[in-house]
């Protein structure tokens, strides 16, 4: 692939780089031209990191399609949770919000398996009818994600406020563990349980070319390209960060709105990949997707996050809200359900997306 034509492909990186030029040496213009011309600033950065990340999610789903799954997804979903993270660390160093880390979590977990679960189960079962899936992933998937969330967002509230350090140290300790396990598992003897065998069907005249183009696509040039997209995607957040809370200070705004917005960009690319998965009769990447996001951003930003809280001596309010621990309750009790027999439908992906407004709701209210 000649240069010209990687630069054309990349676009969408190539504005973000420059956008993140103009908004850098303009962001004192911006200020002194009130919170209105902040607050659209910012917009226009999240519309500009979401078409970045799309890019980067576009180079991970091409080394995906490479080594199949479940080290595709693996790929996918660590690509999204790389610039959570990335955001949210910007982020914190500009906002006092204690909660911000946290409200993020939260609003993934929302997000993936009530959003993008509940619309792909949805929109899937209209077309296809029941869609098939291996049932062992969602389990393990549902297990681990109640325990890593109960250990590092509801059990806090019951830490006196002199031990933090002890627990946060602990609570690292135990999402790594966690991780290091399911990496195994997911990799190694365990794979199938992340995986589906489809029926081969014969690909439409249309679809070959995409196919040949990933087969042929260098992956040390997707690898650069995401490398790349994260640095600029960082480089965006940084403004935007800057601008959005000069854009809402004093606007009575809900106070997780920031958190929604951080999650809503690191599950923009998923949400595309999983409705055209699911479009296609291919519900096991829905699942990996949807539930292999919602637990690498509890299991790999909560260590990251706790650790520079360590660092920095000032403690995150991890403990969940009472709304949000019914929520997530609600959400892991009714996912165990649905997810339980190796076929998901209509009726099913309409109960999560009915949770997904309901969060919404909450959120628009405050709570």
Not at 150 to 174: K, L, N, Q
Not at 205 to 232: C, N, Y
Not at 329 to 336: G, M, N, R, S
Request: net charge negative; hydrophobic share 55%; aromatic share 6%.
């Amino acid at each position: 692939m000649g240069l010209l034509s990687l630069l054309k492909l990349e676009r969408f990186l190539i504005l973000g780089l420059a956008a993140g030029f103009v908004a850098y040496s303009a962001e004192h213009s911006l200020h002194a031209a009130g919170k209105t011309a902040s607050l659209i600033a910012a917009v226009i950065l999240i519309g500009i990191i979401i078409l970045a990340s799309t890019r980067v999610a576009h180079h991970a789903e091409m080394l995906a399609h490479k080594v199949g799954d479940p080290y595709g997804t693996m790929i996918l979903t660590l690509s999204a949770v790389a610039v959570e993270v990335l955001i949210l660390a910007i982020m914190m160093g500009n906002t006092t919000s204690p909660t911000l880390v946290r409200d993020t979590i939260y609003a993934a977990v929302m997000l993936d398996i009530n959003g993008i679960l509940g619309l792909a189960a949805l929109l899937g079962g209209l077309r296809h009818g029941e869609q098939p899936y291996n049932d062992d992933s969602s389990r393990t998937y549902s297990v681990m994600i109640l325990t890593a969330m109960g250990i590092s967002m509801i059990v806090p509230e019951f830490i006196p406020g002199d031990r933090w350090h002890y627990y946060s140290a602990f609570t690292i300790c135990a999402m790594i563990a966690l991780y290091a396990v399911f990496l195994k598992m997911q990799v190694g003897p365990h794979s199938y349980f992340f995986s589906y065998s489809y029926p081969r069907a014969k690909p439409a005249t249309g679809s070959q070319k995409p196919q040949e183009e990933a087969e042929h696509q260098s992956a040390a040039i997707s690898i650069g390209v995401i490398l790349v997209g994260v640095l600029i995607i960082g480089f965006l957040a940084e403004s935007m960060s800057t601008l959005m809370n000069a854009g809402l200070e004093g606007s009575g705004a809900p106070l997780t709105l920031m958190a929604v917005v951080v999650a809503a960009i690191s599950a923009a690319p998923e949400i595309l990949t999983a409705l055209r998965a699911a479009l296609r009769n291919r519900m096991q990447s829905v699942v990996n997707i949807a539930m292999g996001a919602s637990l690498s951003t509890v299991i790999l930003t909560v260590p990251v996050m706790e650790s520079i809280a360590l660092y920095s001596g000032q403690p995150f309010v991890m403990a969940m809200t009472p709304v949000q621990t019914v929520m997530v309750a609600i959400t892991l009790v009714v996912a165990a359900i649905n997810l339980n027999d190796g076929q998901t439908n209509a009726i099913e992906g309409m109960t999560h997306f009915v949770l997904f407004a309901t969060f919404v709701m909450l959120t628009a209210l405050g709570l």
